[in-house]
């Protein structure tokens, strides 16, 4: 076995060397930062605070970048314009707008009506949700970004691992959070029993005035066809439809972007 005086110390490590191992330079990791004043806590405790609080909430580190403040206009068209006649940037602007305001002025028991995004792949609509998402976690609200397909395989998984009551757990979670959003409605195999998962889920938040928040890449006469009368009939009551149109696959240019750098 080799002896320890056989080792050698490198006293002269500098200070960048010391400190790369820890994610926080500023606070070595402690959460604390000493001044001359005192102790104060570093600002990546909040950070590490609202990373949890968004994983909770179901929105992933990629989803918890989209704010409004980075959200992009530029990438819809002012040479294009929709049925109305306003421009794509204008429509988009617009919809930008609504949803910011919405973030800012929501609050629990009285905001009551939510918000449907159209449009096809790539629009904005998932960028959209997760900014009004990451705005309420920062009011201090806890909102829940619901990915349908993956909620509705998430019970499928539950049947094998402790039944109804699991199941319920699941349930409970987005049919009683403050705000949900249901992001992908329509990208999921459909039949009777996932039409009457949603519809008990849409048709409790109605009931008891719980607003959400639903993209989806087709239009309403497309969901009345797959989904049913019933649940075309309470997302109706409950929401405001807008629809976000692009001449381009805004996540096709962002990577092609990225992969010319």
């Not at 402690?30 to 005192?38: A, L, M, R, S, V």
């Not at 402790?162 to 049919?175: L, P, R, V, W």
């Not at 009345?224 to 649940?231: A, F, T, V």
Request: with cysteine.
């Amino acid at each position: 076995m080799e002896k320890f005086d056989n080792i050698k110390f490198d006293m002269n490590i500098n200070k960048t060397q010391q400190t790369s191992a820890y994610k926080c330079s500023k606070c070595n990791d402690t959460g604390w930062i000493y001044t001359e004043n005192g102790v104060m806590p570093c600002s990546c405790r909040a950070e590490e605070l609202n990373r949890r609080k968004a994983a909770i909430c179901g929105l992933t580190p990629m989803l918890t970048k989209k704010t409004f403040a980075s959200f992009d206009l530029t990438h819809y068209e002012e040479f294009l314009r929709n049925e109305k006649g306003d421009t794509y940037r204008k429509q988009a602007k617009k919809i930008f707008d609504i949803c910011k305001l919405y973030a800012e002025d929501f609050a629990p028991q009285k905001t009551f009506r939510g918000l449907v995004l159209q449009g096809e792949v790539g629009r904005g609509k998932t960028f959209l949700a997760a900014a009004v998402c990451n705005r309420l976690i920062e009011r201090g609200y806890e909102p829940y970004f619901m990915v349908v397909p993956e909620f509705l395989d998430e019970i499928r998984a539950s049947y094998n691992n402790g039944g109804e009551f699991s199941e319920a757990k699941i349930m409970d979670k987005a049919m009683n959070a403050a705000f949900l959003v249901l992001d992908d409605l329509g990208s999921h195999n459909f039949s009777q029993w996932t039409i009457g998962k949603l519809f008990t889920l849409l048709n409790y938040r109605v009931n008891h005035g719980l607003p959400f928040m639903i993209t989806t890449n087709l239009s309403i006469g497309e969901l009345q066809q797959l989904l049913g009368d019933r649940i075309i009939s309470r997302i109706a009551e409950a929401c405001d439809f807008y629809c976000l149109q692009s001449g381009n696959d805004i996540r096709m240019i962002m990577n092609m972007k990225y992969m010319g750098e």
